[in-house]
C-alpha cells in the first residue's frame, strides 16, 4: 500500500457506499485512494518515488520545490502543492 502525504483533507469512499476523511498528513492508503488524492484530486503526493517523477506538474511538494529552485523560480517556502504548481512555466 502507498504511503502518500495529505495536504489537505478530502472524502473518499473505498468501497463505493461509506465515505471516510483522509486526513491531513501521512497516511497509508490503497492504490485507488492513493491515485484520487494524488493525481485527481492534487491534495497529495507519494512520499515513496517522490523524485522519480520528470513533468513538473505530476511532482510532489518536496520535488516540485527543488525543481524550482534548479530553475530560479522563487517561491513561499510554506505554499502549498497548488501555488508552486502555479509557478510552472507553461513550456515545461
Not at 5 to 32: C, K, L, T, W, Y
Not at 53 to 58: A, D, R, S
Amino acid at each position: 500500500m502507498p504511503l502518500i502525504h495529505v495536504e489537505e483533507a478530502f472524502p473518499f469512499s473505498p468501497d463505493g457506499n461509506e465515505v471516510v476523511i483522509v486526513e491531513a498528513g501521512e497516511q497509508e492508503v490503497s492504490e485507488r485512494c492513493a491515485l484520487v488524492a494524488v493525481e485527481h484530486l492534487q491534495v497529495a503526493w507519494l512520499v515513496d518515488g517522490a523524485g522519480t517523477e520528470t513533468n513538473p506538474l505530476k511532482m510532489g511538494v518536496p520535488a516540485l520545490k527543488e525543481w524550482l529552485t534548479a530553475k530560479g523560480i522563487a517561491f513561499d517556502a510554506g505554499a502549498n502543492k497548488k501555488a508552486l504548481q502555479a509557478l510552472v512555466p507553461r513550456n515545461d
